[in-house]
């Protein structure tokens, strides 16, 4: 049987000295090299997991912490040694880590970066429910970002958090602007604040509340017959990575659906320019979008626009 266990001094050589096939090893560390990033990512709470069969070690794996929007636990590194490989101990092991984290559920996602052109591997992730984000990594090109999701995800409820369409044109004015002052880092220009704050009166406009507080909200705005946009969106730091974001835009796209619309599309400035914006581009692949184009000066120089949609 397959179970995972806890590294310790006794036990820590046990795994060390396993390892893949030669063709395999440019794909992942060495296991000195993934109990040593156990260690250099331990303020992202990374942990260094054993895996073994019949209490034989077989396996390591590496969970850590990614706080950055879209936030979610990053499986750095999987391994299965090349004797116990082909048995279908990795993707049993693999299940046994995903309920781990969702028992614990800080995130309700995990994502691993994997080579496009290790199809074993992606052959198990997609096999255990990963499905690909569409996010290519500038910095590792050849690589797919898969995520797995965790369904039945009833966090948000449980803390009194729901999502309300919001008709009141006072109130959609009163909610924006306590949203976006409080966001300087992404809505720190007070005349293009101020003009959100004054299309927000006539645009679908969806509030997240905990309880009777508003802390997030999300415009849409038609820009075609068959098109609608995602103008601008807002959460309180307090509630970043707890899935709030997520809640506004599933409720936002069903409306949009109901309401016959084909395409939606988004901007935001170019990956690569700011890492707050960096963040919110990750947000949105994982959401679903695709790049469309990049418009280098709609906006200014320092800001090129990035326009993402996606079909409805």
Same mark, same amino acid.
């Given at each position: 049987m397959v179970n995972l266990i806890e590294l310790s001094e006794e036990n820590w050589m046990d795994f060390a000295g396993l390892s893949v096939d030669e063709n395999q090893k440019h794909y992942l560390a060495s296991n000195i090299g993934i109990l040593a990033r156990g260690y250099v990512y331990r303020y992202s709470r990374a942990n260094v997991i054993g895996i073994v069969f019949d209490g034989t070690p077989i396996g390591l794996a590496m969970v850590r912490d990614m706080d950055d929007e879209p936030a979610c636990y990053e499986l750095q590194q999987f391994m299965i040694d090349r004797n116990f490989q082909g048995k279908g101990y990795g993707f049993e092991a693999l299940k046994l880590i995903l309920a781990r984290l969702k028992d614990?559920?800080?995130?309700?996602?995990?994502?691993?970066?994997?080579?496009?052109?290790?199809?074993?591997?992606?052959?198990?992730?997609?096999?255990?429910?990963?499905? &690909?984000?569409?996010?290519?990594?500038?910095?590792? *090109? &050849?690589?797919y970002n898969l995520v797995y999701r965790f369904e039945g995800d009833d966090k948000l409820e449980d803390v009194g958090i729901r999502i309300i369409n919001v008709e009141e +044109?006072?109130?959609?004015?009163?909610?924006?602007?306590?949203?976006?002052?409080?966001?300087?880092?992404?809505?720190?220009? *007070?005349?293009?604040?101020?003009?959100?704050?004054?299309?927000?009166?006539?645009? *679908?406009?969806?509030?997240?509340?905990?309880?009777?507080? +508003?802390?997030?909200?999300?415009?849409?705005?038609?820009?075609?017959?068959?098109?609608?946009?995602?103008?601008?969106?807002?959460?309180?730091? &307090?509630?970043?990575?707890?899935?709030v974001g997520r809640k506004l835009f599933e409720q936002a796209k069903e409306n949009a659906l109901q309401s016959g619309y084909s395409f939606m599309q988004v901007k935001t400035v170019q990956m690569g320019r700011y890492e707050d914006y960096d963040a919110t581009n990750r947000f949105y692949l994982s959401l679903g979008f695709k790049e469309f184009e990049v418009f280098p000066t709609l906006w200014d120089e320092w800001n090129p626009c990035q326009i993402y949609v996606m079909t409805l």
């Open positions: 614990e559920q800080k995130y309700d996602c995990v994502e691993v970066c994997v080579k496009m052109e290790d199809a074993q591997a992606i052959h198990v992730y997609e096999k255990a429910g990963f499905v &690909d984000t569409g996010y290519i990594d500038d910095d590792v *090109p &050849d690589s +044109p006072t109130e959609k004015q009163l909610i924006s602007r306590t949203i976006l002052e409080a966001l300087p880092d992404w809505f720190g220009i *007070p005349e293009s604040r101020e003009q959100y704050i004054k299309e927000s009166v006539s645009q *679908p406009f969806f509030v997240a509340y905990d309880s009777e507080k +508003p802390i997030g909200f999300l415009c849409l705005k038609e820009t075609g017959k068959e098109t609608v946009e995602l103008c601008v969106m807002g959460v309180l730091k &307090d509630y970043h990575r707890k899935g």
